[in-house]
């Protein structure tokens, strides 16, 4: 196996992994402000901010990385959209 495929295995992991954590943290911050959570769960402290904040700067790298690797991919689905 070439190392680029295996890099693309372990960035598409990385993004997968860091949309989960930012789904599921950007839920408990939207739902930060009902009143009515509150009484069933305990308010989130700043690790929920800082792991939605990671998680992106995370996910950001890995789809700049994910892009560049499927460059040639990119560039012949472009070529034939604008062909046809």
Known sequence: MRIEHLIREYTSMVLFIGWILTVFSGTVLLLKG???LYQY???PTNI???VHT???FVM???SVIHA???RRATAMYLRK???A
Do not use: R, T
Request: hydrophobic fraction near 50%.
């Open 34 to 36: 009902s009143i009515a």
């Open 41 to 43: 769960v305990p308010p």
């Open 48 to 50: 929920v901010v800082d």
């Open 54 to 56: 990671y998680a992106g």
């Open 60 to 62: 950001f790298g890995s």
């Open 68 to 70: 560049y690797l499927n």
């Open 81 to 83: 959209f604008f062909k």
